[in-house]
Structures are given as structure tokens and as C-alpha cells.
């Protein structure tokens, strides 16, 4: 997309963020230019991604966050494309879910888009999430959950599901703006993300691990996990950008596996660690399909590589003793 011989420039909004880190690092890897947005580039919780190679000629932080439409357009200006990856996920309850999480998804994406349109850029790939996929009460039980599906918004404000309502309002927001606008969209929308960490504060997909591993919990929920590595969502980011034939949303999932097999596996590869002792029986299985990406060439980890990169990561940060 960059004029011959001229190396394309990027933005990544929360680019200090675990699946963003990633994609900064396979961005700069590939030669692109990286503009990221960080609330604070001084941060060390930043400070990895001046570490990544390339990052020194290659990468500019900015500093501005999602409500800051002036700082997004100094950021984003200049820039051939632009990967929304900026969400706030907390670790526990949320006091005040309107300003704290529906706020900075809905009117963050609007401001997002309004300055890539500004700045004319070429394409946008917007990180959703499965939570704007199947929170759906109704959903036929045997039916798989591909792009098709929805979560149900009054469903997700009745149960007070705020972060999956969030991601589903600012989701159909961009996709109703691609129509309404010039700016070609795509998004993407990833399971539970797991796999090694870049950045130094551990983030809140990363605690499902972490909590099997040394939670010492005497009993868990036996659930569906829909999981995901977090190399393969950047790849995947990457092919929605890359490839002229994206459009639309699409579903980003490698595997389904209930809680208590994934301790199961745990065990098998690490038999020295606290795991839960019983699981108790959870409702609902969960199907779903990722054949869309996968037509574009997408392909997934196996589970065990996984388990491994990110235990090994676990060890290096100190979160396992």
C-alpha cells in the first residue's frame, strides 16, 4: 500500500497491551513503520517494546488514549492503516461500568475511526471479541457460532455483562461505519487469548492459566474454555490487514476444551504444581467455527507449544515461583 521502495506506516492503538506487544513485534519484524498509542510512553510497563528488534529506527509511541480524539489523529496521521486493539479489560468488578467500560469501547472505536477517516487511511482492522459473539441466551444449542452470531445486548445488560456489551455496541458501530463511509473495515473477533506474555503486568486472559497452575483451588466450574494463542491472533490481525480479499468479521478460535481437561494437560506436562482438586459440572458446551480465517490461510498452534511457551514465560516474568 506504501509508494515503492517507502516503508508503510502503521498504527497500533494500546500497543503496550498482550495481544498488541505481539503485533508490534511481527509488525516491526516485517519492516512496517509502527506508530503506537500508550497512555504514558515513560511507563515501564512500556518499556518492552523498546526492547523489540527494529523498535529503535521503526517505532514511535504516542501519547494519548482512547477518549483523546486530537491525540489519536496526531498519532494515526501519516499512517497507511491502523489496528484498534485498545480495550479496557479489569481484573475484577467494575463499580462504574458506563465510564469505565462501555465509554472508553464505543466512543474510543468512534474516535478511532473519525481520525482514520481524517487521515485517509487505507484500511482499519478492529479487535473484537468472542464476548460480541456468544453471549446469546437463545442460541440453537447444537448450532456452531460463526460470524453470523451476535451477542444479545439486552441479554448482556440484564446479566450485567458490561465489557461484552461494550464490545458488541463499538462492533456493529465500525461495521455500520464501513458502510456508511469510505474507510474498508474488518474485524476481528478472538477467543480467551493465552500464550506467552511480552509486556511485564500480567493481563486478564492471562490469569486463566496462571489461576489452574497455582490457585490451589479445592473445586472449579467445569466450562468450556474457547482458547486461542496470542501469536496466532496477531497473525491473524495481520492477514486481515495484508490480504485485499478481507471483509467483514471474522471469528478467531483454535480450541474448546473444558476446564478440567485442560488441567488434565496441565498435569501431564507439569505434575508439580497446586491444580484444582473438583470440578463441578457446567452447563452449555460451545461450538465454533474459524473456517473464515482459515480460508485466508490462517493456522493455529498446537495446544501443547502453547501451554509451553507460556508456563516458560511465566517462570522468566516470576509469576511461577
Keep these: 500500500m506504501a509508494e515503492a ?22 509488525l516491526l519484524s516485517k519492516g512496517y513503520i509502527v506508530h503506537g498509542t ?10 518492552h517494546l523498546k526492547k523489540l528488534e527494529n523498535a529503535s529506527g521503526n517505532l514511535q509511541l504516542f501519547k494519548t488514549d482512547l477518549l483523546d480524539y486530537e491525540g489519536l489523529c496526531a498519532a494515526i496521521a501519516g499512517c497507511t492503516g491502523v489496528f484498534h486493539v485498545a480495550c479496557p479489560v479489569p481484573p ?17 472505536t468512534r474516535n478511532v475511526l473519525n481520525a482514520c477517516m481524517k487521515a485517509k487511511v487505507k484500511k482499519v482492522v478492529v479487535v473484537s471479541s468472542l464476548g460480541a459473539v456468544a453471549v ?12 453470523e452470531c451476535w451477542s444479545d ?4 445488560k440484564t446479566t450485567e455483562n458490561w465489557y461484552c456489551l461494550g464490545k458488541t455496541i463499538a462492533e456493529q458501530e465500525a461495521l455500520e461505519y464501513a458502510k456508511r463511509s469510505e474507510l ?24 486463566l492459566l496462571l489461576s489452574l497452575l497455582k490457585g490451589g483451588h479445592e473445586s472449579m466450574e467445569d466450562k468450556a474454555q474457547p482458547v486461542v494463542d496470542v501469536r496466532d491472533v496477531a497473525e491473524a490481525l495481520l492477514l486481515g490487514y495484508e490480504k485485499p480479499e478481507v471483509e467483514g468479521r471474522y471469528l478467531c478460535s483454535s480450541y474448546v476444551i473444558r476446564t478440567s481437561a485442560l488441567v ?20 452449555g458446551d460451545m461450538k465454533l467455527s ?21 508456563v516458560k514465560s511465566y517462570k522468566e516474568s516470576g509469576f511461577l515461583g
Design 153 to 156: 445486548k439486552d441479554f448482556c
Design 290 to 310: 474459524s473456517e473464515k480465517l482459515q480460508n485466508l490461510g490462517w493456522k493455529y498452534r498446537a495446544l501443547e507449544d502453547t501451554i509451553a511457551d507460556t
Design 5 to 26: 521502495g517507502e516503508k508503510e506506516r502503521v498504527c497500533v492503538t494500546g500497543a503496550g497491551g498482550y495481544v498488541a506487544s505481539w503485533l508490534v513485534k511481527f
Design 184 to 207: 474498508n473495515i474488518v474485524t476481528v473477533c478472538p477467543c480467551i487469548v493465552i500464550g506467552p506474555m511480552l509486556q511485564s503486568t500480567m493481563n486478564a486472559s492471562s490469569l
Design 92 to 108: 475484577g468488578s467494575v463499580p462504574n461500568p458506563e465510564v469505565q467500560l462501555i465509554e472508553p469501547a464505543v466512543t474510543g
Design 136 to 147: 446469546t441466551p437463545n442460541w440453537p444449542k447444537d448450532q456452531v457460532m460463526d460470524e
Design 264 to 283: 488434565e494437560k496441565l498435569k501431564s506436562m507439569y505434575p508439580d504444581y497446586n491444580y484444582p482438586k473438583n470440578f463441578t459440572e457446567a452447563k
Design 38 to 47: 500508550v497512555r504514558d510512553p515513560c511507563d515501564e510497563k512500556n518499556a
